[in-house]
């Protein structure tokens, strides 16, 4: 069974001589592992198309519950990002949360138009990494069910919670004065209105907030720290992007 499809490839892996395995999310089929036979090869009409963080039209043949890439071709290769190892370490990461929290074999345009997005806009050098970062990181909360809840304090039910605080485990926030226990994370207001603003703005709008250096740093930490708890996990990629930035 032959299939054409759009695909974004989150991760390629060296298989034998001249081969690619690569795990690619698609428009049709969500997150498949598929098998690019031969694009390592010198003048493989693949290679570029099967590139990590490469956006391209694939044909691909399914056999037995198995991928291969017949015929690839390059729809928007992110260039930036390879110009700059920092920026490339942020996408990975960027591709690897996209990895961990998507379902084998299911569509999902949100989450995939989230990535083309986020990679499009850190290729350009549309925001500073981390103001594209920390959108990125709770709008993908979001959208795999982890949306916390930022209406109100929890406890005292403010919609102008007086120092504000955001709970790592259960998603709310509360004032400084009702903070329970637990691990949290100190905001303020601006910072909790870019929160709200991204857990609601429209796709192609995520990025366009205004913060000053100290209301993103609170953010910045804020989803970053939401993501580990959230997913109880560890990102490589995420360590290493803090390495080299």
Known sequence: MF???????????????????????????????????????????TAAATQQLTYGEMTLFGNRGKWTVNEASVIEPF?????????????????????????????????????????????????????????????????????????????CGSEAPEEPILSLADGHISCRRCRNAGSTVQLDTESLEAMRYIVSAPAKQLFSFRLSDGALNRLSAAAEQYLLTQTERRFGTLDYWKSVK
């Open 3 to 45: 299939n054409t499809t759009k695909a974004l490839v989150l991760r390629e892996v060296r298989y034998k001589e001249a081969d690619r395995m690569l795990t690619l999310f698609t428009s049709t089929d969500g997150k498949i592992t598929a098998k690019a036979r031969g694009a390592l090869r010198k003048g493989s009409k």
């Open 79 to 155: 260039s930036g990002l390879r110009t700059d190892i920092a920026d490339f370490a942020l996408g990975c990461y960027f591709a690897e949360c996209l990895e961990a929290l998507s379902v084998e074999d299911q569509p999902d345009a949100a989450l995939l138009q989230l990535g083309l997005n986020s990679l499009y806009a850190l290729s350009k050098k549309m925001y500073p990494p981390r103001h594209i970062k920390a959108a990125f990181e709770l709008r993908l909360m979001c959208l795999a069910g982890y949306e916390p809840n930022l209406s109100a304090c929890a406890v």
